[in-house]
């Protein structure tokens, strides 16, 4: 499998961007039409609805980091990585397929990292 690791790490930083979060027709290009969010406040999301919330975010920036991929097939790519937003840590998985030569997110989680 030739998975360009580093295409789909720029595009999920790019979803973390308020540029990014802001364009309508880029969220449309890179959410896939039947994509699920299970997000860190225990809500679930589809396409329109992850688009709606990010209409009204404030221009926020998240830091990311320590990425791992799993590829799953040869068109699909399992991303974890680390967000921190305010000081405050979660968890992140994505799943990335690749339709018509155009790699999408097709489902997102978020877990809150707790202090122990």
Known sequence: MDIDFDEIMALEIELSQPTARK???RLSELIADDFEEFGSSGRVFNKDDIISEL???DNVTYEIKD??????????VLVK???IFEGKSALRSSIWIK?????V?????GTRCYES
């Open 23 to 25: 364009n309508l027709q």
């Open 55 to 57: 209409q009204t975010e």
């Open 67 to 76: 990425f791992r991929f799993t590829a799953l097939s040869a068109s699909c």
């Open 81 to 83: 990585y680390v967000s």
């Open 99 to 103: 339709r018509a030569e155009q790699w």
């Open 105 to 109: 997110v097709i489902h997102h989680q």
